[in-house]
């Protein structure tokens, strides 16, 4: 091509017109056929990018303006937390499949959600956030199974698991030998309640979020009235029957502190919440009040969904400042992020101080500490969100 161009340059000094018009068609030629080129060489690259060296296929992507494509497959509500709370993505019911699907472009990282009976084909070219619930014995055998099968037929190009851990911190440890560093195919674990070391580098601790199984919404930071007097100091939604544990305490704790007609209070059995009208009364009493007590469940865990519904709706969750029986605290995340909570040791034995301090706190105070605690939860969740896409795009292998 090139001596193509030179031979006709010399045409030029005999016949400079006639040259000139060639040079342009010449000129043409030699664009187009680079372009030609270029054309060809992108149908290869998306056909066929793994026989293609990395170097070629990133400058071809890029001026493609493909993104990395990162699927999120979700088998655990917490998966909803991650997509719709703190990603901020939607997600669109697939009547067909009985799944759910959205897709999110954040900087350069293409993320597809997945949920629901969600088939989707890992191919090793595939990065994939698995979202899985560890929460019981049971569950994490059946998703250490079900990973294993996953991994035994198609191993994705680069693996990311979310995790519900267990509650009762019985044995997460099972995760740790599918970890990078052991030689497994997980690059990083994100883990809720988690009782192995979080480290920061390869496993990192996940806020427990709302409760997203009883569809608790997201909140916009407009949406929430923190201007006007709320008809509540505190509230509580506890369930009927726990024996000898906080949860039994309020109830009579909220009698003797004469509390019974500024506290909303709510005793219910195991099903609470699980109509859409008690959802509905839950939101309302806990916007319609400054406190939410949130104490510790029964499990001794004090890292509970009351914490962040509370927050995103203005109310300051009233949190038990208990270690867990697996001895991690799992306020750790929150106690660092300087979550804007009262910390107590117990409830039962403070509630009357933290209300004491609350009747001396004029409107002016209480909307200011509302602005503060509605603004704090979406720093948080930015945070968080933030925090995710760095950690997957850093350790994707694109
Ligand atoms: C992201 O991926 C989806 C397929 O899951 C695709 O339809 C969409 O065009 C992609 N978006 C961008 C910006 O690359
Ligand atoms: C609850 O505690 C009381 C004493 O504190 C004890 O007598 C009772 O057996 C306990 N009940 C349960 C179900 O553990």
Known sequence: ?????????????????????????????????????????????????????????????????????????SRASIGEYLWNHLLEGKKEFMSDRATYKGNKLVDDLNF?????????????????????DGSSQLNQKKEELWLNSMLLFHSPKSLFLVILGDNACGDN????????????????????????????????QWPLGVATHRDFPLFWVSEIDILSPRPFICNYFGTNPVHNTTQDVIPQLLKELKLENSCYLKMSSKTAFSTFES????????????????????????????????????????????????????????KKHKAPFILVESIENELGDVIANENTMNLQEKIARRATVINWYAEFRHHMARQFYRVVHSKIKL
């Open 1 to 73: 091509m090139i001596f193509y161009v030179k031979r006709r340059v010399l045409k030029v000094r005999s016949c400079q017109i006639l040259g000139l018009l060639f040079l342009l068609i010449c000129v043409s030629l030699f664009l187009l056929h680079n372009l030609c080129d270029n054309e060809i060489l992108l149908q290869y690259t998306s056909q066929e990018r793994i026989g293609i060296k990395t170097s070629i296929t990133n400058d071809i992507t890029r001026t493609a303006s493909e993104f990395p494509r990162v699927d999120i497959l």
């Open 112 to 132: 597809t959600f997945h949920s629901g009976n969600a088939e989707i084909s890992i191919t090793s070219d595939s990065n994939i956030v698995l979202v899985i």
């Open 173 to 204: 440890q099972w995760v740790v030998h599918y970890l990078s560093s052991n030689g497994g195919p997980i690059s990083a674990a994100f883990v809720v309640h988690s009782s192995f070391l979080a480290d920061e580098d390869e496993v990192y």
């Open 279 to 334: 959802l509905g009364e839950y939101i309302q009493a806990v916007s319609d009040s400054d406190l939410s007590l949130c104490p510790a469940t029964k499990t001794g865990s004090p890292e509970t969904h009351c914490i962040y519904e509370a927050f995103s709706l203005g109310s300051v969750p009233v949190v038990e400042d208990v270690e867990g029986s697996c001895g991690r605290d799992s306020l750790f995340l929150l």
